[in-house]
């Protein structure tokens, strides 16, 4: 029915660059407020970035802000994650979220679907 399923992770040197993309299937992603998550093995879940159906709003964890920039393809039914300046703690489960609610925050809504993850691994 409603899917989303992510990409592009991998493994990357340190300072290196790194596109994720999530796509979707059955739905129209540019009706959805879309966040991109992160799980480091032994913790928790933490939000990334979000932006706001309709483009509205974006918002960025500090860790983060300044190295990644999320942008969408419509035609496409894709959401891209650009990280760059990619540090060995960035290693991680990298997740997308779809919800309906505008967000102010990067706090997942109890209703929001997710996609299955992709590992992005920064070693030397």
């Known amino acids: 029915q409603l899917q989303l399923v992510e990409s592009g992770g991998g493994l990357v040197q340190p300072g290196g660059s790194l596109r994720l993309s999530c796509s979707g299937s059955g739905f129209s992603l540019d009706y959805y407020t879309i966040g991109w998550f992160r799980q480091a093995p032994g913790k928790e879940r933490e939000g990334i970035v979000l932006n706001n159906s309709g483009n509205s709003k974006t918002y960025y964890v500090d860790s983060v802000k300044g190295r990644i920039t999320i942008s969408r393809d419509n035609a496409k039914n894709k959401v891209f994650l650009r990280m760059n300046s990619l540090k060995p703690s960035d290693k991680a489960v990298f997740s997308c979220?779809?919800?309906?609610?505008?967000?102010?925050?990067?706090?997942?809504?109890?209703?929001?679907?997710w996609g299955q993850g992709t590992q992005v691994t920064v070693s030397s």
């Open positions: 979220a779809a919800g309906f609610a505008i967000r102010s925050t990067l706090e997942p809504a109890q209703s929001d679907f």
